[in-house]
């Protein structure tokens, strides 16, 4: 496959580095001149000097045969429109963006630059699941299919302890997949009784994590309790 | 625009255009109608601020073409403002883009079209500073 990296920083080097290693065929494009005579030390012909917002930068690395356009570089708007037209006028059919500030995510969404990576959300998503006082974990979103997988750990005070998955209240669109117990892993079926301590795999339409979090988590004055 | 009497409301990162808006009027911007926001093109509460949900037209011209070519693409899909107009600096993708239906102006391309009629029309009006091979025919 041939791919073209844009941005030779930290995240940009190393991953032509990785994609060299499983042998894919990379070119990777630096515009600050100092950075690309470091990084050309030891990539040498697999990086190339420019500014990829340019087309004829652009062309000149071979983007009409790219299979796929990676823009890692520490500016939002240029990795959007690097995509942008990659697909648009390149007809590049895979494309990754980097987003550096979280709040630009509606940009890259609206442009359609799908799909688009951001570090502070990766990190958030990390904590969320290292600090449990969340309750609830998001373990994977399907933007293209409109789904979610969370994680929710059951708590002594969980409103749902000790009742039947069957008798479950659970919000339309969403679904239990799996419970861990003990270390193991099983399909739950509507007599399994859930026990403190489960981890609970669901799957979601998105916008339902309030509810399972109100079903799940403590109980609260007989709100959800009694259902 | 201001002059004209419509209603103008720009948006800058840098609180000290406002002085630079008022270069040569006779009175303050703001005393002219005008209003000026501070904050950045890609934040959507500035461009709310700065009341694009309303704007009849939206010019994009920062220094920067990549910021410049996003904003024009925000103003667009997500306010729909009728007229959107995006300064490109670089005429390749200023001519991409125009194909794709966004009116740009490239500064570029016009300050080329002026220096190369002013080398034509001086040309024609002073002679060669050396007589050159007489053209065959000429």
């Known amino acids: 496959m041939y791919i073209i990296v844009v941005g030779a920083g930290k995240v940009g080097w190393n991953l032509t580095r990785e994609l060299l290693e499983k042998g894919h065929e990379v070119t990777v494009i630096e515009s600050d001149r100092r950075r690309y005579l470091t990084v050309e030390q030891e990539l040498e012909h697999n990086v190339s000097y420019g500014d990829a917002s340019e087309l004829w930068v652009l062309e000149r690395t071979g983007i009409q045969r790219a299979d796929m356009v990676i823009a890692v570089t520490g500016d939002d708007e240029d990795n959007m429109l690097i995509c942008q037209v990659a697909r648009e006028k390149y007809q590049v059919d895979r494309i990754i963006a980097r987003v550096n500030n979280p709040r630009n995510r509606p940009h890259f969404d609206l442009l359609g630059i799908k799909p688009s990576v951001s570090a502070t959300d990766l990190i958030l998503r990390l904590l969320e699941h290292e600090v449990p006082e969340y309750g609830l974990v998001h373990l994977l979103d399907l933007q293209e299919e409109q789904l979610e997988i969370i994680e929710m750990l059951l708590g002594k005070d969980s409103g749902v302890t000790g009742r039947r998955v069957g008798d479950l209240d659970m919000p339309e669109g969403s679904l239990l997949i799996s419970i861990l117990r003990s270390g193991k892993g099983f399909v739950p079926g509507p007599d399994t009784v859930l026990e403190a301590g489960d981890e609970v795999l669901a799957v979601l339409d998105p916008g339902h994590e309030e509810q399972l979090k109100a079903l799940f988590g403590p109980e609260q004055n007989g709100a959800g309790a009694g259902a | ?138």
Not at chain 2, 65 to 84: E, G, K, L
Not at chain 2, 112 to 121: G, H, K
Request: some cysteine.
């Open chain 2, 1 to 138: 625009m201001l002059r004209e009497g419509h209603e103008v409301s720009c948006l800058d990162e840098d609180p000290e255009s406002h002085a630079r808006l008022e270069v040569g009027l006779e009175k303050g911007w703001e005393d002219l109608g005008g209003q000026f926001t501070v904050g950045a093109g890609l934040e959507t509460d500035a461009l709310e601020a700065a009341g694009i949900e309303r704007a009849d037209a939206f010019i994009a011209s920062t220094d920067g073409d990549n910021t410049n070519i996003v904003i024009a693409q925000i103003a667009q899909r997500r306010y729909d403002v009728p007229t959107v107009i995006a300064r490109i600096l670089d005429p390749l993708r200023a001519e991409w883009y125009a194909g794709q239906g966004m009116h740009t102006v490239c500064p570029t391309s016009v300050a080329i079209n002026m220096l190369e009629s002013a080398v034509r029309e001086g040309a024609s009006r002073e002679a060669p500073r050396q007589a050159s091979e007489p053209a065959e025919g000429a």
